[in-house]
T-cell receptor, first 113, second 112 residues
């Protein structure tokens, strides 16, 4: 079991560009959540996808959007990148109704210049 | 509103000494509590969790935590730390649909 896999591991973008990050959940998991971890801070909840729908959303602007595919994998899209979007983006997967345990990927380090 | 406070941003400790990392939460409803560890340039790894039952929870790598409902705390402890425990530790609460609220983290620095 490969666990939660994220790609790419590192990414450098220019202000104003758009970026797509990808996540494959742990085998058997059906829910994917995305978190932003700025330097020196704890992860902040962006949104969560279940059954291909956004189920919950944190306090992030509409520039942050996502998608979940039938195979439960997910994408995080960020438009009009700002310097402040530089962070580690973490994907977490869970299985609905089982123990609340979230498995996290290694993250994607996004640097906006 | 849910929030998690980790009272110490950094904790230096000598190898083989005991350590306690403090975590307090605020919630008006029942919560589930977690501790995660993050090594440099890596994701989060679950140390332990409290869902219900015994308030003393044992986790991996010799860590344990005690849930104290009256003090709304979930402090993490280890009786004897190793150099390899140097990492950042995050306390988290979740109360619905697996949405985690994380504290700001405590960096544990174990010195030889």
């Amino acid at each position: 079991d490969a666990g939660v896999t994220q790609s790419p591991t590192h990414l450098i973008k220019t202000r104003g560009q758009q970026v797509t990050l990808r996540c494959s959940p742990k085998s058997g998991h059906d829910t994917v959540s995305w978190y932003q971890q700025a330097l020196g801070q704890g992860p902040q909840f962006i949104f969560q996808y279940y059954e291909e729908e956004e189920r919950q959303r944190g306090n992030f602007p509409d520039r942050f959007s996502g998608h979940q595919f039938p195979n439960y994998s997910s994408e995080l899209n960020v438009n009009a990148l700002l310097l402040g979007d530089s962070a580690l983006y973490l994907c977490a997967s869970t299985k609905t109704g089982v123990g609340f345990e979230a498995f996290f990927g290694q993250g994607t380090r996004l640097t906006v210049v | 509103a849910q929030s998690v406070t980790q009272l110490d941003s950094q904790v230096p400790v000598f190898e083989e000494a005991p350590v306690e990392l403090r975590c307090n939460y605020s919630s008006s409803v029942s919560v589930y509590l977690f501790w995660y560890v993050q090594y440099p340039n890596q994701g989060l790894q679950l140390l332990l969790k409290y869902l219900s039952g015994s308030t003393l929870v044992k986790g991996i790598n010799g860590f344990e935590a005690e849930f104290n409902k009256s003090q709304t705390s979930f402090h993490l402890r280890k009786p004897s730390v190793h150099i390899s425990d140097t990492a950042e530790y995050f306390c988290a609460v979740v109360y619905n649909f697996n949405k985690f609220y994380f504290g700001s983290g405590t960096k544990l620095n174990v010195k030889p």
